[in-house]
């Protein structure tokens, strides 16, 4: 039995327990017109059997399933022949791989050895003892669940206060979880970049001039050393992000202006909508605008001038990025001034302000902190865009501040190095790692200025 069809019928046992549990609370008080003689809410009591009975149960299929492969794989072992079995890891490794493609019909079984033959019957055997084994323990769970639930079930009984302190452990695992998931990362990258800065230098990474991290298999070959400079990485991201944001930031906060403060209603809900629609169209469209349209009238326009303009240029990729991250500034940014109350507005226009007046001395100083928060994401998406520099903008790793030359971005090499079979142990794939940290920092960087703004100009507001 698949294991979602297990969840569905844990769902559908929940929601018995659910009826069950309700239905014991009301017949202990003689129906519904006792009902105020219940602690807690009939629906109470029956979220706390439908709890007792899935909450163990889920446990206990959790943890058989994340169990029950390495424990076959070891009886299935446990039964080949001792020459099979005195393998090295290796190559036991290998065998258990032939096993599970048998199993799974990925390879013929007639293409196999008799030994991975036995095997794959063996191990079918034990799987199909194993989930029938598991529908009944978890059947045993939920129903002894059930029951338990069913006979603490009296007039007295908290209901509400037990549902609710489950539903907050609940809360407080998630949100703990995605801490601990967060800081997992981070020491993940930490510890591969410093495992690349054991290697190359910090110093080397951080000001070297040059970016040429291909690593040559043999000494002799050319470029064997490889350069891991990334300043021509950190200065293509801020140029390209830099032309994005000239671009955005601009034209968003004027819109939302606009939409907020003078369009009327029925523009309003008319243009809104199509300007949010920018930030659903898929990246790799706004790459193929940027390579197939605006990057050739780009280059045409320069040549015209007398420029020369690379055919893919970080102009047009930081030209479509900003394109793509308007609504992240427009939304914010409107959703920020349409907030601001109406009281200020009415203070000011009391003192003798005008409209454009209002605007820029209350009402976008008192929206600042929504804003900045729109700019830094917006920054954010722009600084994490790939596909955009990839068909726009080219890979090459040049040490020019030329919008109208080929750069490339830090999010870019990072797909670049992890591309393809590579050698985990090497500078050329643990440099991802390093420029990972890099954007890590950044970011971090950008959040504690942003937080200081918000809350300079939220204490004079509030």
């Given at each position: 039995?698949?294991?979602?069809?297990?969840?569905?019928?844990?769902?559908?046992?929940?929601?018995?327990?659910?009826?069950?549990?309700?239905?014991?609370?009301?017949?202990?008080?003689?129906?519904?017109?006792?009902?105020?003689?219940?602690?807690?809410?009939?629906?109470?009591?029956?979220?706390?059997?439908?709890?007792?009975?899935?909450?163990?149960?889920?446990?206990?299929?959790?943890?058989?399933?994340?169990?029950?492969?390495?424990?076959?794989?070891?009886?299935?072992?446990?039964?080949?022949?001792?020459?099979?079995?005195?393998?090295?890891?290796?190559?036991?490794?290998?065998?258990?791989?032939?096993?599970?493609?048998?199993?799974?019909?990925?390879?013929?079984?007639?293409?196999?050895?008799?030994?991975?033959?036995?095997?794959?019957?063996?191990?079918?055997?034990?799987?199909?003892?194993?989930?029938?084994?598991?529908?009944?323990?978890?059947?045993?769970?939920?129903?002894?669940?059930?029951?338990?639930?069913?006979?603490?079930?009296?007039?007295?009984?908290?209901?509400?206060?037990?549902?609710?302190?489950?539903?907050?452990?609940?809360?407080?695992?998630?949100?703990?979880?995605?801490?601990?998931?967060?800081?997992?990362?981070?020491?993940?990258?930490?510890?591969?970049?410093?495992?690349?800065?054991?290697?190359?230098?910090?110093?080397?990474?951080?000001?070297?001039?040059?970016?040429?991290?291909?690593?040559?298999?043999?000494?002799?070959?050319?470029?064997?050393?490889?350069?891991?400079?990334?300043?021509?990485?950190?200065?293509?991201?801020?140029?390209?992000?830099?032309?994005?944001?000239?671009?955005?930031?601009?034209?968003?906060?004027?819109?939302?202006?606009?939409?907020?403060?003078?369009?009327?209603?029925?523009?309003?809900?008319?243009?809104?909508?199509?300007?949010?629609?920018?930030?659903?169209?898929?990246?790799?469209?706004?790459?193929?605008?940027?390579?197939?349209?605006?990057?050739?009238?780009?280059?045409?326009?320069?040549?015209?001038?007398?420029?020369?303009?690379?055919?893919?240029?970080?102009?047009?990729?930081?030209?479509?990025?900003?394109?793509?991250?308007?609504?992240?500034?427009?939304?914010?940014?409107?959703?920020?001034?349409?907030?601001?109350?109406?009281?200020?507005?009415?203070?000011?226009?009391?003192?003798?302000?005008?409209?454009?007046?209002?605007?820029?001395?209350?009402v976008l100083r008192a929206a600042l902190p929504g804003i900045v928060g729109g700019v830094l994401l917006a920054i954010s998406r722009a600084i994490g865009e790939t596909m955009i520099v990839v068909m726009a903008a080219g890979l090459a790793a040049n040490m020019t501040a030329n919008p109208l030359a080929a750069l490339t971005t830090v999010t870019v090499q990072i797909v670049t190095l992890?591309?393809?079979?590579?050698?985990?142990?090497?500078?050329?794939?643990?440099?991802?790692?390093?420029?990972?940290?890099?954007?890590?920092?950044?970011?971090?960087?950008?959040?504690?200025?942003?937080?200081?703004?918000?809350?300079?100009?939220?204490?004079?507001?509030?």
């Open positions: 039995m698949s294991h979602s069809v297990l969840l569905l019928a844990l769902v559908v046992v929940a929601v018995l327990a659910y009826w069950v549990g309700k239905s014991r609370a009301l017949s202990l008080v003689g129906g519904g017109r006792g009902i105020r003689n219940l602690h807690s809410l009939p629906s109470y009591y029956g979220f706390m059997a439908a709890l007792w009975c899935a909450i163990p149960a889920l446990i206990v299929m959790v943890l058989w399933v994340s169990a029950q492969d390495t424990v076959i794989s070891k009886l299935v072992l446990s039964r080949l022949p001792s020459s099979v079995q005195s393998l090295d890891a290796g190559q036991l490794s290998l065998l258990k791989n032939d096993i599970r493609n048998v199993v799974s019909g990925a390879i013929p079984a007639e293409s196999a050895s008799p030994e991975v033959q036995a095997a794959a019957a063996g191990y079918r055997q034990l799987r199909s003892i194993a989930d029938l084994s598991l529908v009944a323990v978890l059947l045993l769970v939920s129903g002894l669940g059930l029951f338990l639930a069913r006979a603490r079930i009296a007039p007295t009984l908290r209901a509400r206060n037990s549902v609710e302190g489950v539903v907050e452990f609940m809360l407080m695992a998630c949100s703990t979880l995605a801490i601990f998931v967060t800081v997992g990362i981070v020491l993940s990258v930490l510890y591969e970049a410093l495992r690349f800065f054991h290697a190359v230098p910090v110093h080397e990474f951080v000001f070297g001039l040059k970016w040429s991290p291909q690593i040559a298999m043999r000494a002799d070959q050319v470029g064997s050393s490889g350069a891991f400079g990334a300043v021509p990485l950190f200065l293509g991201t801020a140029v390209i992000s830099g032309i994005a944001m000239l671009v955005a930031v601009p034209i968003g906060l004027f819109s939302a202006i606009y939409l907020a403060e003078y369009a009327d209603r029925r523009f309003r809900s008319a243009v809104k909508p199509v300007l949010e629609i920018l930030a659903g169209i898929p990246t790799v469209v706004y790459g193929f605008f940027a390579a197939l349209t605006l990057g050739p009238f780009i280059r045409q326009l320069g040549e015209s001038m007398g420029l020369e303009v690379a055919s893919e240029s970080a102009l047009s990729a930081g030209l479509v990025m900003g394109i793509m991250i308007i609504p992240f500034v427009s939304s914010l940014a409107d959703d920020m001034i349409t907030a601001v109350p109406q009281s200020l507005r009415d203070g000011a226009y009391a003192l003798g302000a005008t409209r454009s007046e209002t605007i820029r001395q209350v992890l591309t393809g079979d590579q050698e985990f142990d090497s500078p050329k794939t643990l440099a991802a790692f390093a420029l990972g940290l890099v954007l890590f920092c950044v970011t971090l960087l950008l959040n504690v200025v942003a937080l200081r703004v918000v809350r300079k100009y939220r204490e004079q507001y509030e």
